[in-house]
Nanobody, 124 residues
Framework: QVQLVESGGGLVQAGGSLRLSCAAS????????IGWFRQAPGKEREFVAA????????YYGDSVKGRFTISRDNAKNTVFLQMNPLKPEDTAVYYC??????WGVGPPSRYDYWGQGTQVTVSS
């Protein structure tokens, strides 16, 4: 079983940047595809980005394409989400999730393990 812990969230002005981290433990990290999702108050959980187990295939949601970059360091059991430039509509709780199969653009139910989330707030 994999445990995931997100970090790196915070408050930033529009146009700024943040890098989120997702640290994994308790499993063979390189077997898992990793996805990032986000959820704003009153909205459904939204797909943001996903990365294959080997790091060679990536997918992005339309709202973040060209602004966010997902990457992974399997030696450190960590996945990153570089976000810039940020917009106020990017404000949400960001979650990372892991799956051996079915990873990709979602839906969230296809992922087996989830972190607790990290808050990202973008002010205008």
């Amino acid at each position: 079983q994999v445990q995931l812990v997100e970090s790196g969230g915070g408050l930033v002005q529009a146009g700024g940047s943040l890098r989120l981290s997702c640290a994994a433990s308790g499993g063979t990290f390189s077997r898992y595809g990793i996805g990032w999702f986000r959820q704003a108050p009153g909205k459904e959980r939204e797909f943001v980005a996903a990365l294959s187990p080997g790091g060679y295939r990536t997918y992005y949601g339309d709202s973040v394409k060209g602004r966010f970059t997902i990457s992974r360091d399997n030696a450190k059991n960590t996945v990153f989400l570089q976000m810039n430039p940020l917009k106020p509509e990017d404000t949400a709780v960001y979650y990372c999730a892991a799956a051996t199969t079915g990873w990709g653009v979602g839906p969230p139910s296809r992922y087996d393990y989830w972190g607790q989330g990290t808050q990202v707030t973008v002010s205008s």
